[in-house]
């Protein structure tokens, strides 16, 4: 992706914004210095992504920004408001500045499951509760936290993430990061992103992200449906119907696994059917990715492990229910909303 130059001035409202952000980033410094070095990661993370936020219109009136550029910020802009008008989410500052890291990741996200389950490791924060990954800023301070997991005898995955929100509580931008997808999967990202800030169950992780991705696809068959877009419709539904049949081979998988876990077996033993286990979803995923008309990869390829089968779970575990809700709501998206709330655990 092109290297943009940031212009040195904000427009007002972005100065005002950044302002907020400095000023409760160091109420956040203050008060959570007791909790050690992830906190101040995180704020001075948090502090880097609004301080560097330059207004969207701003970048693609700016003539040293590339065309490519221009062209995909002008498509954010009609997305995001596509995402107020069409799917009824937050109409606020978010998406509406752009910021380039010059790196590929914004943040990587540790998961964690045992050895022998399938629950993932949990940590707690004060804002969003409970939640089963731990994300940071830096790659280097993600990997040092996924050895000392890995020395307790837990199943690691780390995955570097393109995208993040405050859920609403700060003004995200689009990022550098999220410029590598297609058109598609940019847009789908924004609309999952967006769908956090509309409902967000505190400490349930499998459902905020589940919701979210039911939303992202909604907007996206709405908005390839509103372009025209008949070919780009077709693979996308390809693509979804991959990731399905990839998903019921990880489901197959972890009964497997549940079964082998609970079970008298020895550890020994149990490390030896579970590689086989894991092994045979890895070749089996990959037969499957070898069958398909378009270019894609095997994301179940080796090395598996129960944190990356968690780290799946979590974003489609409850994928079938919000669609059947969208079905029972005929489609509609007010209903959709009311219902998926009713799902929701008191907070």
């Known amino acids: 992706m092109p290297h943009y130059r940031r212009p040195a001035i904000l427009s007002t409202r972005a100065r005002v914004w950044t302002a907020r952000l400095v000023l409760v980033s160091i109420a956040v410094l203050g008060v959570l210095q007791i909790g050690g070095c992830y906190y101040l990661q995180a704020a001075s993370?948090?502090?880097?992504?609004?301080?560097k936020r330059t207004p969207i219109a701003a970048v693609i009136d700016d003539s040293?920004?590339?065309?490519?550029?221009?062209?995909?910020?002008?498509?954010?802009?009609?997305?995001?408001?596509?995402?107020?008008?069409?799917?009824?989410?937050?109409?606020?500052?978010?998406?509406?500045t752009f910021v380039d890291l010059e790196r590929d990741f914004v943040v990587w996200n540790v998961i964690a499951a045992p050895e022998f389950s399938l629950r993932a490791k949990t940590w707690c924060y004060p804002i969003v509760g409970c939640v089963a990954y731990r994300g940071y800023f830096s790659e280097k301070t993600a990997r040092k936290k996924a050895q000392k997991l890995r020395a307790k005898d837990y199943d690691v995955f780390v995955g570097g993430v393109a995208a993040y929100s405050t859920l609403g509580r700060f003004a995200d931008p689009v990022l550098n990061t999220m410029m590598r997808w297609s058109d598609t999967e940019l847009v789908g990202v924004l609309f999952h992103e967006l769908a956090h800030q509309r409902l967000f169950v505190k400490g349930d992780t499998g459902f905020n992200e589940s919701f979210a991705t039911a939303v992202a696809e909604i907007g996206i068959d709405r908005w390839l449906r509103s372009h025209g877009q008949q070919s780009e419709i077709q693979e996308y539904k390809a693509r979804g119907e991959l990731r399905q049949t990839m998903m019921q081979l990880v489901d197959a998988s972890k009964i497997e696994l549940d079964t082998l876990y609970a079970s008298d077996d020895d550890d020994d033993l149990k490390r030896e059917k579970k590689h086989g286990i894991l092994a045979r979803l890895s070749s089996d995923a990959?037969?499957?990715?070898?069958?398909?008309?378009?270019?894609?990869?095997?994301?179940?390829q080796p090395p598996l492990n129960n944190a990356r089968l968690v780290s799946l779970v979590l974003y489609r575990g409850q994928l079938d229910t919000f669609r059947d809700l969208l079905t029972s709501c005929d489609r509609e998206l007010n209903c959709f909303y009311q219902a998926a709330e009713k799902l929701a655990k008191p907070q």
């Open 286 to 300: 990959q037969s499957v990715v070898q069958q398909q008309p378009f270019t894609t990869t095997n994301w179940l």
């Open 64 to 96: 040293g920004s590339s065309a490519q550029l221009r062209q995909r910020l002008t498509m954010v802009q009609e997305a995001r408001q596509f995402a107020v008008d069409e799917l009824l989410l937050p109409d606020n500052e978010s998406y509406r």
């Open 45 to 51: 993370g948090q502090m880097e992504l609004l301080r």
